[in-house]
């Protein structure tokens, strides 16, 4: 398969309709869409399969080969490919190509043992940038704006995603990285940035730091926001969108399968755009591993298409989301990914309710008393787990209303989320704030062995 060219990722293609598509890549029929994806889907479990001993070995244990996959259906027959599967073969075992043909490596340090490493051969790197100037693109970025990039640089693969997909784009990148929150905000309004690129989090601690320091981020030339790296809500979109004065678009990503840019929202906002000419998408029932049908909540699982160096089959996200091929009203005819709400190891069963930090925000968000901030933690008392949610007084609200505010947050949570917690109001600026992923949850329960 040849790199996608520049001319391929549609930037610059001219349509009368859809000016910033490209006119075939985005919108070709689902018969036409499949048919690309089931040649590339050999290829890749062929490159898989030749270079990979565990794929080899699993691939030989099920008796199923590239050559007999005759449709996208036949994709069930694989076996599944899990985080542990890079850790157990760290740092490089999982990869197709020597590391002597790879551009670059990226890493997550993991909070428990080794890292996840991640390499990219240059058409790797090359159809991460295409793939992530369609996902800027999708969300309303142009090129020659001004990319104020708050994503982290280095092993993490948010900020070197989003700057070379900027960069593709014909954008212009400030690579800004996280951290330096009152020079983020000088810059931003200094560089007329049209277009911000940070975790929804750390999009709220610019905004308290501008109000703090009596910037007007409204005023700015801000339009569009590239959300994402950790789950958020609509209210926390609406939030954002309220003290930043732009619109506010969700991008997903995740670096075992590439980073930043996997899918992501078009200004309809009904959804994220899973970009199928890289990447097959299913959704299956987490317990027993069957395939769902679309519209059905479970977990996310890909296969790439087109990565060289880490080709992942049926790679299980553990990303909370439903699909739908339903058209879209951007004439882009990629799938769906609804709002991913959490990661099934993040879900919380509270007295045999299953609950993600997520739903716990869309309460919390937008309430006049508290701030956006918040931190849900979880202890164990007897066999019983407790909740209990940590927020923060907005400034100027007086102490003695804590008690009633914790009472209506509370009162609220249960009614509707269903579980019953610990509402604890603390002064502003209590909560630590993120300046990459936040840490929504603090987990003192003791570890199982
Ligand atoms: O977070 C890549 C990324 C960077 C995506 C910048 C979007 C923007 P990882 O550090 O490997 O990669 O973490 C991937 O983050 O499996 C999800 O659990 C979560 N995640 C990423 N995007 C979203 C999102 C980057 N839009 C993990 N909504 C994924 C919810 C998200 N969760």
Redesign the pocket.
């Known amino acids: 398969m040849g790199a996608i060219t520049r001319a391929e990722t549609g930037i610059g293609v001219s349509n009368s309709r859809h000016r910033y598509l490209h006119p075939l890549l985005e919108t070709m029929s689902r018969d036409e869409l499949e048919a690309l994806q089931l040649e590339r889907l050999r290829d890749s479990v062929r490159n898989a399969y030749d270079h990979v001993p565990t794929h080899r070995v699993r691939m030989a244990a099920t008796g199923i080969h590239a050559d007999d996959l005759r449709t996208l259906d036949d994709v069930k027959r694989l076996p599944f490919s899990v985080k542990s599967d890079l850790r157990d073969h760290y740092p490089f075992g999982m990869f197709a190509r020597p590391c002597n043909q790879l551009a670059r490596l990226h890493a ?1 340090s993991g909070t428990t043992g080794k890292p996840t490493v991640v390499g990219y051969t240059q058409q790797d790197i090359d159809t991460w940038a295409d793939l992530m100037a369609r996902s800027l693109v999708a969300a309303g970025a142009r090129p020659g704006d001004v990319v104020h990039n708050a ?1 982290g640089y280095g092993l ?3 900020g070197l ?2 700057h070379y997909g900027a960069e593709r784009l014909g954008a212009v990148v400030v690579p800004m990285s996280g951290g330096s929150t009152e020079r983020q905000v000088t810059l931003i309004m200094d560089f007329g940035a049209r277009v911000l690129c940070a975790t929804p989090s750390y999009a709220l601690a610019i905004a308290e730091v501008a109000e703090a320091q009596g910037v007007d981020l409204r005023k700015s030339a801000l339009q569009v926001g590239l959300f ?5 809500s609509e209210a926390m979109r609406r939030e954002i969108e309220l003290r930043l004065g732009l619109k506010a678009v ?7 399968i590439m ?2 840019g996997v899918a992501c929202e078009c200004e309809c906002r009904n959804g994220l755009h899973g970009w199928e000419d890289h990447f097959l998408f299913e959704v299956i029932d987490p317990e027993s591993g069957s395939v769902l049908p679309d519209g059905e909540a479970g977990e996310l699982v890909i296969t790439t298409l087109t990565k060289q160096a880490l080709p992942m089959l049926r790679y299980r ?3 909370i989301t439903r699909l739908t091929r339903a058209a879209c009203d951007c004439g882009r005819s990629h799938v769906r990914l609804l709002r ?1 709400t959490g ?1 099934d190891d993040d879900m919380l069963i509270i007295r045999g309710v299953n609950v993600y930090p997520s739903q716990i925000e869309a309460v919390l968000i937008g309430r006049h008393a508290i701030a956006p901030h918040y931190q849900i933690v979880v202890q164990r008392q007897g066999s019983l787990d407790e909740v209990s949610v940590e927020v923060e007084a907005q400034p100027g609200v007086p102490p003695e209303s804590f008690a009633q505010i914790a009472h209506d947050v509370a009162h609220h949570i249960k009614s509707l989320v269903g579980i019953s917690t610990d509402v604890v109001v603390k002064l502003p600026g209590a909560i630590p704030r993120s300046q990459g992923k936040a840490v929504r949850v603090r987990d003192l329960r003791p570890k199982q062995a």
């Open positions: 997550s994503y993490f693969t948010g995603g989003a994402g790296a950790e789950p958020w969700d991008i997903y990503g995740l670096s075992e980073g930043p996200t553990r990303d991913i990661r």
